[in-house]
């Protein structure tokens, strides 16, 4: 995982929060506000969107080098 772009990248960190909770916001809009209506593939689309942005945060975050860590 050393050669891996994502890994350490603190605006990929910050993209994956924003899109998961840009899911989250509309998942949560389909389910309670739009309930009048329900959209059973939007509430789907915007979870897995929440759910991509999630594993590019997890896979971004700052992590503390192995010298760093050590000493």
Do not use: C, D
């Not at 971004?60 to 080098?65: C, F, L, M, T, V």
Request: charged share 5%; hydrophobic share 55%.
């Amino acid at each position: 995982m050393q050669n891996n772009p994502v890994q350490n990248n603190p605006t990929a960190f910050w993209l994956g929060l924003v899109v998961t909770f840009v899911g989250l916001v509309g998942m949560v809009y389909y389910v309670f506000i739009a309930s009048g209506h329900p959209h059973l593939k939007h509430t789907i689309l915007f979870l897995v969107i929440a759910a991509a942005g999630a594993a590019l945060a997890s896979f971004a975050r700052p992590r503390a080098s192995l010298s760093e860590m050590s000493g």
